[in-house]
């Protein structure tokens, strides 16, 4: 084990190494966004700039006071804390495979005592229903008569076939954008007439 290499590795070298791993850019910037604000409102400085002694001194008191409370306070949603807790535990995963601080940091603690934050709710998500095809058709009426600032005369019809198609296909708005016409296989229907069935790359690529 070359232990002088890993001494030379930076706090700076594993957060940008971190991100770079990860496939979805929108990952990406939620997980960089999420440890961003802990490290803020915990070390008081960048992810980037995190030293062997903020690791070391940490408690779960300073999870709870300096960072879950304050946004309960500022009404985030639980949901949300948890979702930033997870990507710090991500960032500090990162930093105990890449050996950071030669192993003097005790990770498993971190993980397991003080990000872990058990009191947070999960079911505080309101789940909307799938829209009906009478909303549907409302939507697509608002979009046809909505007044817009684009000189493009059909760009209401547009919006509204669009809708349709996330409707029949159920993929995200970024991934329709990336579709094309060598996406659709057409077959023969077993009730008669023709199917197109879609192959899209979605997020994560999936």
């Given amino acids: 084990m070359n232990t002088q290499l890993e001494k030379n590795i930076t706090m700076s070298e594993v957060f940008s190494t971190w991100l770079m791993s990860m496939a979805s850019e929108n990952t990406k910037a939620k997980y960089r966004s999420s440890v961003?604000?802990?490290?803020?409102?915990?070390?008081?400085?960048e992810p980037g700039e995190i030293t062997e002694e903020d690791l070391n001194t940490i408690r779960y008191r300073d999870t709870i006071n300096k960072f879950v409370n304050p946004l309960k306070k500022a009404k985030v949603k639980d949901s949300t804390i948890k979702a930033h807790l997870t990507a710090m535990k991500q960032f500090v995963k990162a930093m105990s495979r890449d050996r950071i601080f030669n192993d003097s940091v005790d990770y498993n603690d971190l993980l397991i005592n003080v990000l872990n934050v058990t009191t947070l709710k999960t079911n505080d998500v309101k789940h909307h229903e799938t829209l009906s095809v009478n909303e549907l058709e409302e939507l697509q009426n608002w979009f046809k008569n909505k007044h817009y600032l684009s000189d493009d005369e059909k760009i209401g019809e547009k919006y509204a076939k669009l809708s349709s198609f996330l409707f029949a296909t159920a993929i995200r708005v970024s991934a329709t954008f990336n579709v094309t016409w060598d996406d659709f296989t057409v077959t023969d229907s077993p009730y008669g007439g023709k199917w197109a069935i879609l192959r899209a790359l979605d997020k994560g690529h999936k």
Avoid: H, Q
């Fill in 36 to 45: 961003t604000l802990f490290s803020e409102k915990v070390f008081g400085k």
